[in-house]
T-cell receptor, first 115, second 113 residues
Framework: AQSVTQLDSQVPVFEEAPVELRCNYS??????LFWYVQYPNQGLQLLLK??????LVKGINGFEAEFNKSQTSFHLRKPSVHISDTAEYFC?????????????FGQGTILTVHP | NAGVMQNPRHLVRRRGQEARLRCSPM?????VYWYRQLPEEGLKFMVY????????ESGMPKERFSAEFPKEGPSILRIQQVVRGDSAAYFC???????????FGEGSRLTVL
């Protein structure tokens, strides 16, 4: 069985500072990895995904993530955050053997950007 | 192109009542997923449906919960005899193909008194 751990439940940061949201996964097979963002009272929006190829993945809103197979990590980064980035962020994994959208989510990290 | 539409957005039920949550997928999408988000937890997969078929219900509680996606109309998640522990946000997602990107609705927040 696979699992996803988001190491920080809350991350406060000042505007224009860099941020890293950490995600580790456990799986004995190949995986696809995702980051979603959830704004208050809204659904989840896909930020970026890793399926194969380059381990550095660029997404929307200036976010990027790096797949590290040896450390089983998929940390999300942004070099300079905005107030509008305040939201909850979810890391998710799908095993390579699953042909459909059955995702396992982490517990979420609440990013709060202060002025 | 409208996104995934869920209703009601908020639903309050007393213990023992039934809750029905509806999900209309995006136009052209025939794959629907239901996920549940308990307070301070991530989303948990419940069920995956295609039109008129349940493909994977491994995340559904064995009792009181059922889902359908009829040939016509929205997908329905039905919870009978609700208990306080059913209080959660229920998210629907749809995709155009089985391997396609999931698009999530805004969720239905169920409160059981």
């Amino acid at each position: 069985a696979q699992s996803v751990t988001q190491l920080d439940s809350q991350v406060p940061v000042f505007e224009e500072a860099p941020v890293e949201l950490r995600c580790n996964y456990s799986s004995s097979v190949s995986v696809y990895l995702f980051w979603y963002v959830q704004y208050p009272n809204q659904g989840l929006q896909l930020l970026l995904k890793y399926l194969s190829g380059s381990t550095l993945v660029k997404g929307i809103n200036g976010f990027e993530a790096e797949f590290n197979k040896s450390q089983t990590s998929f940390h999300l980064r942004k070099p300079s955050v905005h107030i509008s980035d305040t939201a909850e962020y979810f890391c998710a994994v799908k095993t390579g053997g699953t042909s459909y959208g059955k995702l396992t989510f982490g517990q979420g990290t609440i990013l709060t950007v202060h002025p | 192109n409208a996104g995934v539409m869920q209703n009601p957005r908020h639903l309050v039920r007393r213990r023992g009542q039934e809750a029905r949550l509806r999900c209309s997928p995006m136009k052209g999408h025939s794959h629907v997923y239901w996920y549940r988000q308990l307070p301070e937890e991530g989303l948990k997969f419940m069920v995956y449906l295609q039109k008129e078929n349940i493909i994977d219900e491994s995340g559904m509680p064995k009792e009181r919960f059922s889902a359908e996606f009829p040939k016509e109309g929205p997908s329905i998640l039905r919870i009978q005899q609700v208990v306080r522990g059913d209080s959660a946000a229920y998210f629907c997602a749809s995709s155009q193909a089985a391997t396609g990107e999931l698009f999530f609705g805004e969720g239905s927040r169920l409160t059981v008194l």
